[in-house]
């Protein structure tokens, strides 16, 4: 493996959690910024992670970064109430 990636949840009461990520690359532990965040919904909240973090990874963006871009993405899904259904005809 080339890195090691979690997001971390810091409760502070049932809707409201701190919201960070820590990755490691082998040599040094990086945490991230911390988000306050009020959940609606947190089912998706670890595939918004690692899709924002791979995106940042293959673009070319450094380790740091990419945890941050990972975790805001993710920050911001707990607090979607997602799609609206849409119709196609």
């Given at each position: ?10 409760s502070?009461s ?76």
């Open positions: 493996m080339k890195y090691i990636a979690s997001t971390l949840r810091e502070h049932g809707p409201d959690n701190g919201w960070s990520a820590l990755v490691y690359d082998g040599n040094e532990f990086y945490h991230s910024k911390e988000y306050e965040v009020r959940i609606i919904d947190r089912v998706v909240s670890g595939n918004s992670f690692v899709g924002g973090f791979i995106y940042a990874l293959v673009s070319g963006v450094d380790l740091k970064d990419a945890a941050e871009l990972g975790v805001a993405a993710s920050a911001e899904t707990h607090d979607s109430r997602g799609f609206e259904p849409c119709n196609i005809s």
